[in-house]
């Protein structure tokens, strides 16, 4: 999915929207490993429009745990990302954070 060089911005974007969807997480988790290492080499070849598309839609939104937010900050700290994903992931990741936190926080 994250090679993208064959397709145009608009179907790498619709394809991403369409990938992480909560009814699948079983099937789309082992992508995650994946995904971090793929957005940063598809950011650098094909510009700030695919990075925002790979850190935007195309993030593992649906996989609410510690390890991919463990990735994603391996990936600000050490992937190299460029600007444009850098942003985008982080803001991710900020939301990742947000629901951990409320996923963790006891019920009433």
Do not use: H
Not at 19 to 45: I, K
């Amino acid at each position: 999915m994250y090679g993208g060089d064959e397709l145009s911005n608009y179907l790498f974007t619709a394809t991403a929207q369409g990938f992480w969807q909560a009814e699948q997480t079983a099937l789309v988790r082992p992508y995650r490993d994946r995904y971090f290492p793929a957005a940063v080499a598809v950011a650098a070849r094909r510009g700030p429009a695919l990075a925002s598309a790979a850190g935007g839609p195309g993030f593992p939104r649906t996989l609410v745990d510690e390890e991919t937010l463990r990735q994603g900050e391996a990936c600000l700290r050490e992937g190299d990302p460029t600007p444009a994903l850098r942003r985008r992931i982080a803001d991710q990741l900020d939301d990742l954070r947000r629901a951990l936190a409320v996923t963790a926080a006891p019920t009433a």
